[in-house]
C-alpha cells in the first residue's frame, strides 16, 4: 500500500514540475512554482493586525481559518495601488503556514523548462533587496518571467511570528 502512495505522490510532483502561476503586478509578470499553491481567491475582507510589516496587511478568515495576507506590490517595493476587481489572494504554503499573496491579477500557468531559467542578475543586495526573492528568469517564447522563490519572502523570524497565529 505504501508503494502505491509514494508512485501518487511521485506522479503528482510530475505532473506539477516545471509548472509556474504566472501573475502581473502593474506591468510586470511573475511567476511562482505551483507546487506552493493551494488555491486562488478574490480579495477578502482583511483585518487589520497591529505591529505588522506595513506589506503584510492583516488577516482572512477563509472558510473557517485564520490566513495572513501580505500585499507582494508592497514587498517588491512597488507603489501602493488599491484593490480592484482583477486583484487576486495566491493562497500558498510557506514553511507549513498558510499564506495569502495579494497580486494584481493572475494570467496563466505555463510551463517553463529548467533549461528555460537562468540566474537573476548580480547585484548588490542590500540596495536592491527586492531581487533576493527572485530565483530565476524563465523564458516564454520571446518573454521573459521573474520567478519569484516563495522561500524567501518571508524571513525566518516573520515565518515564526504568522505561524504563532495559526489557530
Known sequence: MSELVDVMIENEEDTQKDKYLIFSIGQECYGIDIKYVIEIIGVEPITEVPELPKYIKGVINLRGKIIPVMDVRIKLK???????????????????????????????????????????????????????????????????RLLIDCNRLLEDDEIEELGNGES
Open 78 to 144: 512597488k507603489e501602493e495601488k488599491e484593490y480592484d476587481d482583477r486583484t487576486c489572494i495566491i493562497v500558498v504554503e510557506i514553511e507549513n503556514i498558510d499564506i495569502g499573496l495579494i497580486i494584481d491579477k493572475v494570467i496563466e500557468v505555463a510551463n517553463i523548462d529548467e533549461s528555460n531559467i537562468s540566474p537573476p542578475p548580480k547585484v548588490n543586495l542590500e540596495k536592491h533587496n527586492s531581487n533576493s526573492y527572485i530565483k530565476g528568469i524563465g523564458k516564454i517564447q520571446n518573454e521573459v
